[in-house]
């Protein structure tokens, strides 16, 4: 592999946080605070699946499910906030241009 090529992979590596379990259980405890006054079947399952996420893509990949969910309660406006409200637990797990992302 050329140096720079190298240079650049290992820059890259250390960039990224350091994944720690706590992270994760963060995340999930917010995503699951942000669904706790969602009642019926849906929030049931959605509660399970985040409850069982192992990786932060994996819980970023149900915000979408939350969101609609919420949206589907309350509505569109609350879901928004909410879901703004998590971004910045994202920060440093998925690529940037997601995170501006709203559902």
Known sequence: MPPCISRLLRSLRR????R????????RS???A????CQGLNAEQLKLKLSGARHHRD????????????ALQHCQAIADERMRHLLHL?????????????A
């Open 59 to 70: 819980l970023w990949m149900l915000r979408s499910d939350a969101y609609r969910l919420i």
């Open 30 to 32: 917010a995503l699951l």
């Open 90 to 102: 994202f920060e440093g797990w998925v690529a940037p241009k997601e995170l501006s992302r709203v």
């Open 34 to 37: 942000a669904i706790e006054d």
């Open 20 to 27: 720690r379990l706590s992270d994760l259980h963060t995340v």
């Open 15 to 18: 960039t990224r946080p350091a």
